[in-house]
């Protein structure tokens, strides 16, 4: 295999998270549920946002948030999602590169906004997500540079950036172009809700051996076995790919790779405060570790400590030194 420039090429949805403290109350007024996450389309974008409280803005998107946890490792990592050439799309754009992630494809006039989230988070720490995808969902594969696919060591996808067709070709072709390549793919199932509605391509995509590399938390990999039982789906799935990954939140995670199975507990936390973004920083660690030739226990473990450092604070990125935290793992 060639030498590669980059650890990890993360393709996703380029979302802006705009994050905000909420009552209680202001989700019963807006007949919102705590913790559930919508679709909403632009005019309710902006008039929710004229009910929220003073926000935060950050570049999010899952692997956009995988992206920075790799870059804040010492990871060479890159993103590739859309924006709008609008004020948002430059926010995201200057907010990933300072974050010391690559991101050079170029912002697309395609009729939407940038994509963001309005996020309200409750005094008790759930966050209530309500999503307008804009230009993130129109990614085509003319934006894709395969010189920087060719010089990455692993490929990462985003499931949710499956469901619409427009990203869907650009994906196809992005793994195309890893495999020919001989570089890793690594895929993440994202949601309960993408494996409900596209559990056959998945399992295509595992079956025709386009996939080394696959990201699931137990309901997730549960639903793709169609069996509610961990280790009976993880015995169904493990077969499929080369490298199973399984979280678990606070029993922690499990991979399988080549015959081995490995197990880590998760770390230990203060103080439990937003949740969102674990996933995602789990991804991070484990595919730094991956990259790094380390072995799948450690990999597991890299993961293990970035989710916890995300856990403990509001938002997806992490403010801890992820390097410090790790310590040799990460050298």
């Known amino acids: 295999m ?89 926010f995201y754009r200057h907010d990933l590169t300072a974050a010391g992630v690559e991101f050079i494809t170029p912002a697309n006039d395609v009729g939407l906004p940038t994509a963001r989230s309005m996020i309200l988070v409750t005094p008790d720490g759930h966050r209530t997500m309500n999503t307008f995808l804009g230009a993130a969902q129109h990614l085509p594969a003319s934006a894709l540079d395969e010189d920087q696919i060719r010089s990455s060591s692993i490929l990462y996808l985003e499931g949710y950036l499956w469901d619409p067709e427009t990203p869907r070709f650009a994906m196809v072709r992005a793994i195309e172009v890893a495999r020919e390549a001989d570089r890793k793919v690594a895929f993440t199932l994202s949601d309960t809700f993408c494996v409900d ?65 490995a197990d880590v507990s998760a770390e230990p936390i203060r ?18 570790g991956q990259a790094r030739g380390k072995s799948l226990e450690q990999s597991l473990r890299l993961g293990a400590i970035c989710a916890a450092e995300v856990i403990q604070h509001y938002g997806a990125r992490p403010e801890a030194d992820l390097r410090a935290l790790a310590g040799e793992l990460a050298a």
């Open 2 to 90: 060639s030498s590669t420039r980059l650890d990890v090429l993360c393709i996703g949805n380029a979302i802006v998270d705009v994050i905000a403290n909420a009552t209680d109350a202001l989700l019963h007024t807006e007949g919102l549920v705590k913790g559930s996450m919508r679709l909403i389309d632009a005019d309710e974008a902006e008039r929710l946002y004229s009910h929220m409280g003073p926000a935060q803005q950050v570049s999010g998107g899952s692997a956009g948030n995988t992206a920075a946890g790799l870059a804040a490792l010492g990871g060479r990592a890159a993103f590739i999602g859309q924006v709008a050439p609008d004020q948002l799309g430059k």
């Open 197 to 261: 509605r596209h559990r056959e391509g998945f399992i295509e995509l595992l079956d025709s051996g386009r996939i080394d590399i696959l990201f699931a938390n137990q309901a997730e990999v549960e639903a793709l076995a169609g069996i509610a039982h961990l280790e009976t789906a993880v015995e169904v799935i493990k077969g499929k790919v080369e490298t199973l990954v399984v979280t678990r939140s606070e029993d922690g995670a499990l991979a399988t790779q080549a015959g081995e199975r």
């Open 271 to 288: 103080e439990l405060v937003d949740t969102t973004g674990a996933g995602d920083l789990f991804a991070a660690g484990f595919l730094f």
